[in-house]
């Protein structure tokens, strides 16, 4: 019985994941993400083509979600995946 309470919880997990995935901005963001390990909005902005308000909004979801986390270095901060998880969940997404 335990062992399904686990299970229950981690697709839990992983359907919020795939939630905050089902964006096809957010998956873009995190897309890129996987292959670059982190970038700031300047980046994501010129590789989009979207507005930095557009990708803010993304990423403070993202952010909330505990997808991506920020580090500030100066003026800038750069993004990176702070769950390994979603990063094999990109990946088979890509398969």
């Known amino acids: 019985m335990e062992e399904s309470r686990k299970e229950l919880e981690e697709l839990k997990t992983l359907a919020e994941i795939l939630k905050l995935l089902a964006h096809p901005v957010r998956l873009c963001i995190v897309k890129g993400l996987v292959g670059k390990q982190e970038c700031n909005v300047s980046y994501m902005q010129e590789c989009l083509g979207l507005p930095q308000s557009t990708i803010s909004q993304h990423l403070a ?8 986390e920020g580090k500030r270095v100066g003026v800038q901060v750069y993004y990176s995946l702070a769950n390994p998880l979603v990063e094999k969940v990109v990946r088979a997404l890509g398969e």
Do not use: E, N
């Open 61 to 68: 979801k993202l952010r909330a979600g505990g997808i991506v």
